[in-house]
């Protein structure tokens, strides 16, 4: 792994590319100034001498390492592997091939992602009972659609100048697969902006409203219309 003083590493899961096994890290460290900032480090399994070893930009800025923590277990298998992927793309500088434009390419990975962290339960009635663990997944699952949502919102080339300006006017080729990891950065900075309810007051909520939730999923995650 890329040594950085006392950053601090947590096994995340294992990951299938190809044939191959990658080991993913959260790695946590804390800036001159205080806050905490964060990244993923992927493994290839095998030769441990040769084991190929990449990693992402700081994807995470929080002001704890909790708060990068509870984001880091919010992403499912399908970010994690474009994740992978984009690390990958930027170690090897790959040729890009010709993708779909960033706003439609990540509303779907998004959904994809909203559904590996909740499940398909927008078309299941709904169970009077739900464990902590699973109101927790759930409203993981809700925060990716409330963003997923709000870029459907937008016209894809005003979000891809959107990008530019939330990170400070950094060349982007949106094309490339390292596109993902930009793409990250702004999801969580917008997130932030967005008026998300907490995890208490969401859940108090759903409880009381469960059916209107469970149509919002449906439409979303089914029908990839919105709501």
């Not at 205080?34 to 995470?60: M, P």
């Not at 919010?74 to 434009?101: D, W």
């Not at 094309?175 to 967005?194: G, K, N, P, T, W």
């Amino acid at each position: 792994m890329i040594n950085i003083p006392h950053a601090r590493y947590r096994s995340v899961t294992f990951l299938q590319r190809n044939e191959d096994r990658w080991a993913c890290f959260l790695v946590t460290y804390s800036d001159s100034t205080g806050t905490w900032r964060g990244h993923l480090s992927f493994r290839q399994s095998g030769n441990e001498a040769d084991a190929t070893q990449v990693r992402t930009a700081d994807i995470f800025l929080e002001n704890s390492e909790t708060e990068i923590h509870q984001k880091a277990r919010g992403l499912g298998r399908p970010l994690l592997i474009a994740l992978l992927e984009s690390a990958l793309y930027t170690s090897s500088q790959m040729i890009a091939e010709t993708v779909p434009q960033l706003s439609g390419r990540f509303r779907s990975l998004l959904v994809e992602n909203s559904l590996q962290i909740g499940g398909d339960w927008s078309g299941k009635p709904e169970p009077q009972e739900k464990s902590l663990e699973t109101l927790h997944s759930l409203y993981s699952s809700y925060r990716l659609d409330q963003v997923a949502h709000f870029i459907c919102l937008l016209d894809p080339s005003a979000f891809e100048e959107a990008v530019d300006e939330i990170l400070g006017g950094q060349s982007i080729d949106f094309r490339s697969r390292d596109r993902m990891q930009f793409a990250m950065m702004v999801v969580d900075h917008i997130e932030h902006l967005l008026p998300l309810p907490d995890f208490e007051s969401w859940t108090r909520d759903f409880l009381e409203h469960a059916e209107a939730y469970r149509s919002y999923a449906h439409t979303l995650h089914r029908k990839r219309q919105l709501p």
